[in-house]
């Protein structure tokens, strides 16, 4: 490392930098994109959506089942309507549908939103949408345990 000064980034045209900006402010870029998150599927039902990621978001546990080899699985979303569950060397796709429903993901919502089965990968829970990946070869291969006891630790602490 040389001992040059460190410098903070400046802002280019039309931007402002994150610590300038006002508390809790948007930028109208934040802004545009927020407003067609609100509205990006047309989900006319925001409750059938939200049930469902409630349920998703507050069973960790099965979720992280699938991908117990390596102790989490990545969770992210694409728009405001789906889950994106990613994961290698566990569980398959359709163990991982199978434990959503015998836990309930279904009851509750109207029957012709319970759930669509788009694809293989692609379950529709009433305006939600959960996308399973299961990758078909580990990236970490012969280091996956020394990786994993190496999450799990952190995990603890």
């Known amino acids: 490392m040389d001992d040059g000064a460190m410098c903070l980034p400046s802002a280019r045209d039309g931007e402002v930098l994150l610590w300038k900006r006002v508390p ?7 802004r545009k994109e927020a407003d067609e998150w609100l509205d990006a599927r047309g989900i ?12 998703i978001l507050r069973h ?22 789906d889950l994106v569950i990613e994961w290698c060397c566990g569980d398959s796709a359709e163990v991982v549908c199978a434990n959503l429903l015998a836990q309930g993901f ?10 669509e089965l788009f694809s293989q990968n692609s379950i529709g829970f009433g305006d ?12 970490y ?9 190496a999450i799990q630790k952190r995990y603890e602490s």
């Not at 279904?106 to 759930?115: C, S, T």
Request: proline fraction near 7%; charged fraction near 25%.
């Open 24 to 30: 809790r402010g948007m930028s109208s870029d934040e």
């Open 44 to 55: 006319g039902d925001l409750e059938v959506r939200d049930a469902l990621m409630s349920r």
């Open 60 to 81: 960790p546990e099965l979720v992280n089942r699938a991908a117990e080899p390596h102790g989490f699985a990545n969770c992210y979303v694409h728009h405001p309507g």
């Open 106 to 115: 279904a009851e509750g919502l109207p029957p012709e939103k319970a759930i």
């Open 128 to 139: 939600g949408t959960v996308i399973l990946r299961r990758h078909s070869s580990c990236l």
């Open 141 to 149: 291969g012969s280091n996956a345990a020394k990786v994993t006891e």
